[in-house]
């Protein structure tokens, strides 16, 4: 074995990449002294496959069990939802989760504080690699509840071929976006689209009508939790959507998801696209597209030349329920063998990871990633009341689309149903 760990190490060194240490090949944790089975549930996509992977290598630890489930992002959210809110045993000892579950699950209590995990554990696994801010995503009321494993954001990925030989800049503003697609056509046979953007389904909408509103000025909720959203921000802001459906998607267009738009930019028969860097890193990967070398990556589009990007700032976590049953010490050290320093280095191959030390061995997408998150919008406001706003912009933007609501309508309409349930479940309070 040793001899084995020398000649890695010196391929490694011959490749220019770090060797990884023997720790960081196995599961390295005490085995329990009874069986132990450890359920995860979280959705798929390259990066979180992958640590998929590294949790199951903690299989090989005797008396463990790790089982792995990845779904569809809406059914891994609502299996999860649904046994957390019974109040009884968890189903699952590890959750997956991002953003939104922080205040959501967090604020309701469904989650265990990690704070003294994460102190005993900071130096063993060096924690402090993970940014502060980073961890503060992860936070709610000074309980740090979420493991931090993947950064994401939004942002514009194009064929430079083709944005070279029509003479096209890349473009900073949705005006510049616009005028792209005004030049290669909406009826331009060899491309799909000319430019890609999530709206077939209502969450899509949710989320870029949220990014424009805050690179608008505006935000979701006042701070006595009324609707700020139904104003002068959020008409500009589904203007601005408007027309990016009219010159750049097209009737075609709001039939492809982001799995479309992935495979449409890997095929060549996309020119751009704004999508995530989690999708991003397979732009780079020659298993999946042949023109990787013509596939450029630049930050999110601003609303105005001085406005943020509208891009936001994302996280993925690992929770562990507040009623697991198994051991979270256990629990714990099963998901830090998996975002360890080794294992975070190599899924920076695919995705966009959360220790700095990791950053270096990142996607040709990641410059771009990473400046969106610096200028761009940063995230939804830690506030459960918010949750309910994004649930009555899904169910009332696509009407905009649709005809069947004017924006005025929409938003006021989103307004009332917003009033309404936020003061059933006592977030306003006459």
Known sequence: ????????????????????????????????????EIDMIGWSFAITDFYAEELERCNEVENLTVNTSLLASTDALEQARLTLSTGGDSAFDIIHGANGEVGDWGGQGWLLPLNDLVEQYREEYNLNDIPETVWEGGTLDGNIYGIPMVGNTLHFVYRQDIFEELELEIPETYDEVIAICDAIGLDNSDYDIPFGIDFSRPRGFELEFFMLLRAYGGDYLNEDNTPAFNGEEGLQAIAMMQRIAESCVGPDGFSLGLNELETSMQQGFLPSTKIWASRAANMSDPERTEIMDLIAYSPAPRVTEDSPRAGSAWNDFYFIPATVTNDPDLIFQVIMEAVDEGSQREAAAVGMTTRDSAAEFGGPYLPAANQTIAEGIGNYDKNPAVNIVIAVMGDTLPLVFTGDLTPEEALEQAAEAYTEEATQQGYITE
């Not at 010196?10 to 005490?30: G, R, T």
């Open 1 to 36: 074995m040793k001899k084995t760990l020398i000649i890695l190490a010196v391929l490694l060194l011959a490749l220019n990449l770090p060797a990884l240490a023997q720790d960081d090949m196995a599961c390295d944790i005490e085995a329990p002294a009874e069986p132990v």
